[in-house]
C-alpha cells in the first residue's frame, strides 16, 4: 500500500506535491488535504472541497516512455477509481471523457493530471477529487452529486481512499500503449454511449455519440455518419 499523508488544509494538494520534491522519489506517494481551499480542475477550473470530501494527489513514476502520456494515465486512472466507486453506487455511474465521473447526469469526481520535470525525469502529479459526503447538487450552475446524496449514507473518507489508492497502483502497474482490446471495452462499457455529447469545433458546435478509443486514448466519435478523433478539449453531455 502506498504511503499516505494527511494534511490538515492546503491551497491544492497537486502544487504541494510540485513544490516538494522530496517526495518525487516515491511512486504512488500520496498527499491528501481535509481542506483544500484552491483546488485546481481541467482547463483552468476550480475544484471546490470541504472536510466532507475527499480531495488527494499522488506521484506516479513513469518506468517506460509509453507511461510518459498524460492522457493514457489519465484514462486509467479513471477506470480505477470508475472501479471503486461502482461497487459502492452499483448502478447510473459512468466516465465521462477524459477525465470526470459521473452519476446520471450530476459530476462526482474529476482528475487533474501533471507533468513536472526533475533534471531529465518525467514525473506525473495526479489529483482527485471526489464528492463524498456533502450536500450540494451545483456548483457554479453545474449539477453535482456526492456519495452521500446518492445513498442517504455516510461513505467513510478513509476506507474510501485506501480502496482507491489500491486500485490505482494495480491499474498504473498495467499500462500499455497502445491500449489493449480488453482496456477498450471495459472503458467502453463504462460509459453512456446512449447520450449525445457536444463540442466546439472552430465557432461550430458539433454534436456526436462516442464509438471508441483509439489506441492511444483519443476519442473516437460519429458526427452524423462521419468518423471523428477528438484528441483534447471540454465535451459536454446533453439533456434530451
Known sequence: MPEIITLPEVDSTNNYLKSNKEFW???FLTIRAIRQTKGRGRLTKEWFSTERDLTFSFVYLPQTTITENLPLVT?????AIYRVLLKIVEKDLYIKWPNDIYYKESKLAGILTELVMN???????VGIGINVNSKSDTIDNRPVTSLFNI?????HIEN???DLMDEIEKTLGNITAPL???FKTEWMNSINNKIFYQKYQGSTLVEFKITGLTDLGELVVDVDGTRQI?????INLISR
Do not use: A, F, Q
Not at 484514462?75 to 477506470?79: F, I, Q, R, V
Not at 533534471?119 to 502529479?125: A, R
Not at 445513498?151 to 461513505?155: E, F, I, N, S, Y
Open 160 to 162: 474510501l481512499l485506501l
Open 75 to 79: 484514462l486509467h486512472s479513471g477506470l
Open 180 to 182: 489493449t482490446r480488453k
Open 119 to 125: 533534471n531529465e525525469n518525467k514525473i506525473m502529479i
Open 151 to 155: 445513498l442517504k449514507t455516510p461513505v
Open 230 to 234: 477528438i484528441r483534447d478539449g471540454e
Open 25 to 27: 522519489k516515491k511512486n
